[in-house]
């Protein structure tokens, strides 16, 4: 075992051993607990004790919890280890979309591998990954099911607000009305995806249009996507692990 990654992220937590070579080894997913520098310490043993590694393979940190990480050699920006994992993965420069619990990303990667530019919406939770695990405890819908019960319907309930308050207060509004449970939920995705697209046009859309994070498996979320930009979407084969792969990559580059 040659690295490891670690990205603390607000609604999971992952870990990615890596060899010399790059391959992945080794990875954990788990949701974030209170206390993550103790859930990583332990996460942490279990790899080092699976891998018969020691404390002092490199030790790279990412996501909002790096700095309390305390064994991590070096701590690194979401930006950098995200653009680096998904680059290795998929082999192509072109403009990432990573949408988050708690904030989204658009990262224009160059054919180094590295960040030429980015955009982030840390602000407001409405283009989030928790926008929408909010809204399906709401109705009462699973996290897995969301993009399938958004197109499973051609009505479509529109989501006005940009602000993650008064858009919670439409949806309240259009449950009391008795609206259509999956055409609310068609609405809530067009209005996800109308915010990281706007924020990918101010980037800059570089063909592919490359998708990580958790919400990159809904598939709603990639369908309108997709439309919205007219381009090709493509999929790391991870796409939640690659912030902690990359986080990995950078510790044995």
Do not use: W
């Amino acid at each position: 075992m040659a690295a490891i990654g670690i990205d603390a992220g607000s609604t999971t937590c992952k870990l990615v051993a890596v060899d010399p070579d790059g391959a992945i080894m080794s990875s954990v997913l788990e949701p974030t607990e209170p206390r993550v520098e103790l859930q990583v310490q332990r996460m942490l043993d279990a790899i080092r004790a699976k891998q018969g590694a020691d404390s002092s393979v490199p030790t790279i940190a990412t996501g909002y919890g790096r700095k309390l990480i305390k064994e991590a050699t070096r701590n690194l920006t979401e930006i950098t280890c995200h653009a680096r994992g998904v680059f290795r993965d998929l082999g192509r420069a072109g403009t990432l979309i990573d949408i988050g619990g708690q904030d989204s990303k658009v990262i224009q990667i160059g054919p180094d591998g590295r960040p030429i530019d980015f955009m982030m919406n840390d602000k407001c939770a409405a283009g989030t990954g928790r926008f929408l695990e909010y809204t399906a405890a709401r109705l009462g819908v699973s996290v897995p099911e969301l993009g399938a019960r958004a197109l499973c319907t051609a009505r479509e309930e529109p989501i006005s607000s940009t602000c993650t308050v008064f858009a919670e207060s439409e949806i309240i509004s259009l449950i009391a009305r008795g609206a259509e449970p999956d055409a609310i939920l068609r609405g809530l995705h067009r209005s996800l995806v109308g915010r990281v697209v706007s924020m990918a046009r101010s980037v800059g859309v570089v063909a592919p249009l490359m998708l990580s994070g958790g919400v990159a498996k809904n598939e709603a979320v990639r369908k309108m996507i997709a439309e919205a930009t007219v381009e090709e979407v493509v999929l790391p084969g991870e796409p939640q692990l690659m912030g902690a792969y990359g986080a990995a990559l950078l510790g044995i580059s």
